[in-house]
């Protein structure tokens, strides 16, 4: 196992084009790290150049201590699993998985064993002898992790290796892939412009936007504590509303007035960071909100409760989301309209969405009153995108959760 370093990371291309622009992270020994972000922001680039398939312009690439800049990708003792699986089409999944054993000239005897206890782990054993035209997408997968688990390197880098799966396999795929990692406690980068996978997989993630890192942290702090507009527009599903609001000064400079309704500022903090600025963006999640009628007067007082038009609901069973449309200034407007292209999003635009519980009765085409927990909301600068309310205190404590739960799972795996 091993760490990996990287301080000031740098690819420019022929044009000047900047992939990757001064980028700094580092990857613990036995970390799961989660490289995120829409197409085009550098994450892929970014794990090849790690594993040494893209060139460095400038910038320092450590594995375990060593300088690797200038080193040959078959040198880094990495094991790299591919979007496309790439496997041999002519070799039996035995073969497959014992192919870069060969290269390396191991006796047949290792190659038997390892191969075999690596297909055991993988539960590919009944399948040594067949095809890869001959398995499914879910197995052709698991073949291309045996060959990169056969090798025992030193990390795994893994290229949107799901992607080519449908919805329900790849649930399954994250799954064993988590279970796998775990047990195993080697140091992983996986790539991934599904924040599903992000969320679920990573110990932490690392947020990229047009090659610049944005946010790095656990899954639970982007969640709860994003550092700034893209970041709290990227993770979620569906989206964070933002709502433009000004200070009501009718209520002496502690509530905002927001399209939907006003909302009461909890504390003075969230006064303070507003400060003299004209217009901010209110941020709330879906599942901030609930139907009024459903919550309990004592609960009720510690948010706001807004009347508004229903345009649309979609029942899910197990959850209703109601689309709730506003008027925003054009600025506003037309930046959020960027924002949701960037993120490959319809839902950053001027609607809210809310989801309430299944059992409510609200409708489409009626007005409604919804509850809001604006204890929870964020604030944003609309100039720079910042997050002008996190909680810096709480990012510690999840910081230091997360940790201790990764060593924690470290500590107890087996062998």
């Known amino acids: ?247 009501d000064a009718s209520a002496g400079g502690t509530s905002l007035s927001t399209p939907l309704g006003r909302f009461e500022l909890p504390d003075e903090g969230k006064a303070a960071a507003v400060g003299e600025r004209g217009v901010v963006l209110v941020g709330l999640r879906p599942e901030y909100f609930e139907d009024a009628s459903l919550v309990s007067d004592d609960k009720r007082a510690r948010g706001a409760v807004i009347d508004v038009q229903v345009d649309v609901t979609e029942w899910l069973g197990n959850e209703l989301y109601a689309y709730v449309p506003y008027e925003a200034p054009a600025d506003l407007a037309a930046q959020l309209r960027e924002l949701s292209r960037e993120l490959d999003s319809d839902q950053l635009r001027t609607q809210a969405v809310v989801a309430l519980d299944p059992g409510s009765l609200i409708t489409e085409g009626e007005s409604a009153e919804l509850w809001v927990d604006t204890r929870r909301m964020h604030i944003f600068d609309p100039a720079t995108g910042e997050n002008l309310t996190r909680d810096e205190d709480r990012v510690a404590v999840l910081g230091r959760k997360a940790e201790e739960a990764r060593l924690r799972q470290r500590e107890s795996k087996p062998g």
């Open 1 to 247: 196992m091993a760490a990996i370093t990287m301080k000031n990371i740098v690819k420019l291309y022929g044009d000047g084009f900047p992939a990757v622009n001064d980028i700094s992270l580092d990857v613990r020994d036995g970390e799961f790290m989660i490289l995120v972000g829409p197409s085009g922001c550098g994450k892929s680039t970014l794990l090849r150049m790690i594993v040494g398939l893209e060139d460095i312009t400038s910038g320092e690439m450590k594995i375990a201590d060593r300088v690797v800049n200038r080193i040959a990708p078959r040198q880094r003792n990495l094991s790299m699993v591919f979007q496309n699986y790439a496997l041999y089409p002519h070799l039996t999944v035995f073969e497959n998985i014992a192919f870069p054993l060969r290269l390396a000239k191991k006796p047949d005897e290792e190659v038997r064993r390892r191969v075999n206890d690596t297909a055991e782990l993988l539960e590919l054993t009944e399948h040594l002898e067949r095809k890869p035209a001959n398995l499914s997408g879910g197995q052709r997968q698991r073949v291309a992790m045996g060959r990169a688990i056969v090798r025992q390197a030193d990390a795994f880098l893994f290229d949107e290796p799901l992607s080519n799966l449908d919805a329900k396999l790849r649930g399954q795929m994250r799954a064993e892939i988590s279970r796998l990692q775990r047990r195993l406690g080697v140091t992983t980068v996986y790539v991934t412009h599904d924040q599903t996978e992000a969320m679920t997989l990573g110990d932490r993630v690392a947020v990229l936007r047009k090659g610049v890192l944005q946010q790095v942290g656990s899954p639970r702090e982007l969640y709860e504590e994003p550092v700034n507009l893209f970041v709290a527009g990227f993770i979620g599903s569906p989206s964070m509303n933002f709502l433009p609001a000004t200070l």
